[in-house]
């Protein structure tokens, strides 16, 4: 019997059949992509310890090669829900299905088979991802309540709040070193 969303016998790994053919095109680039990195990756990170693990060139080439990819095959932000959407001042940002969370985190299991760089290539790398949800969230809510009647001014105050959400995030995570664990 085939499974449906409003069965009882639906699995919670149920998805939709777009969410499905996503998660396959997701799970080729991890096993085509990703993983095939992580040697190169690797050798591109084991000189840089403390500081210098977080200057520019410490990018390993690979990850933005691996970062254009995830873009052009639809799985950028897989993680942003879909009633944020909306919210994002630039398209090309949004991800390519909305996803709920469960769906999210189905496709998860397929990042963390490349824990390293799968993640970070499809721009949905944790802590980042839960803390720039609920900054955007509570900062619509708190934004939406005051008086900015500009959609110009209120665009223009949502990307300061989201950049200094991002700079507090990466101050975050450096200073607690999540490199090196």
């Given amino acids: 019997m085939a499974e449906t969303p409003g069965s009882t016998s639906a699995s919670l790994s149920w ?18 992509d990703c993983i095939p ?3 190169s990756y690797a050798r591109h990170l084991e000189s840089r310890h403390g500081a ?26 897989l993680f942003i829900p879909p009633h944020l959407v909306s919210k994002i001042p630039d398209p090309d940002l949004a991800p390519s299905i909305p996803l709920s969370y469960r769906e999210y ?12 760089i799968a ?5 949905s790398s944790a802590p980042d991802t839960y803390a720039i949800i609920r900054s955007v969230e ?14 110009t001014h209120h665009l223009s105050f949502l990307i300061s ?14 200073s607690s070193n999540v490199a090196t664990i």
Avoid: M, Y
């Avoid at 993640?119 to 721009?123: H, T, V």
């Fill in 105 to 116: 985190g189905i496709l998860c299991e397929s990042l963390g088979r490349s824990p390293h």
């Fill in 119 to 123: 993640p970070e290539a499809c721009n």
């Fill in 138 to 151: 509570e900062l619509f809510v708190s934004v939406s309540s005051c008086c900015i009647h500009s959609p």
């Fill in 161 to 174: 709040c989201a950049a200094a959400t991002w700079k507090f995030c990466s101050n975050s995570v450096r």
């Fill in 52 to 77: 210098d693990r977080w200057k520019i060139d410490a990018v390993p080439p690979c990850l933005e090669e691996l970062k254009q990819k995830a873009k052009d095959l639809g799985l950028w932000n």
């Fill in 37 to 39: 990195a992580e040697a």
């Fill in 15 to 32: 998805l939709r059949p777009e969410v499905a053919s996503l998660k396959n095109v997701l799970d080729d680039f991890v096993e085509r």
